[in-house]
């Protein structure tokens, strides 16, 4: 038979579910979707994925932007992905813009990137600009992106933010 704490907690979960403060169905982690169309990016969890990247992929928030916010020795490790990858041939030696737009002032080419996932939706997916994607998951290519790579060139960015107003992503 069902014991009496069992009883209780399962019509207690019963209410938070019907109050709706606890959803029916836990969510394990974001839904991405392309910035190109709107589909779904098929971005999951990868067994090489360290924990700050599992940790974004659960819960959409980068734990580099405040850490590379607040240390600007810590940022510069984006900024070596950020050359490395060669973004700075679209976006300059320092992601003022070049041939490809700035992407540390307050003029954003998508709304979506006052978010961390937003603008991680599109470095990975890429966009209808001429901007190719650039996970390793997106284009089926290990060689390319992984996702701590493109958390930690985003830390950066945001830690290079030259525009004004408010920054959402240290919310």
Known sequence: ???????KATLFGS??????????????????VSTKDGSPLPIKIAEDDTPEAKEFLTTCVNPYTKLYVADP???KKGKRKFGYY??????GGNAGGQTGPSIIDDRWQYAKHDTDKGLFETIAGGTNMG????????????????????LKIIGWLRASYQGSGDKPWLK
């Open 73 to 75: 020795e810590q940022a």
């Open 15 to 32: 209410l938070l579910v019907l109050a709706g403060l606890m959803p029916l169905q836990a969510s394990a982690a974001c839904e991405f």
């Open 86 to 91: 060669s973004c700075t041939q679209c976006h």
């Open 131 to 150: 901007m190719m994607g650039w996970h390793k998951q997106v284009t089926n290519n290990p060689e390319m992106v992984p996702t701590d790579d493109i």
């Open 1 to 7: 038979m069902f014991s009496n704490k069992a009883v």
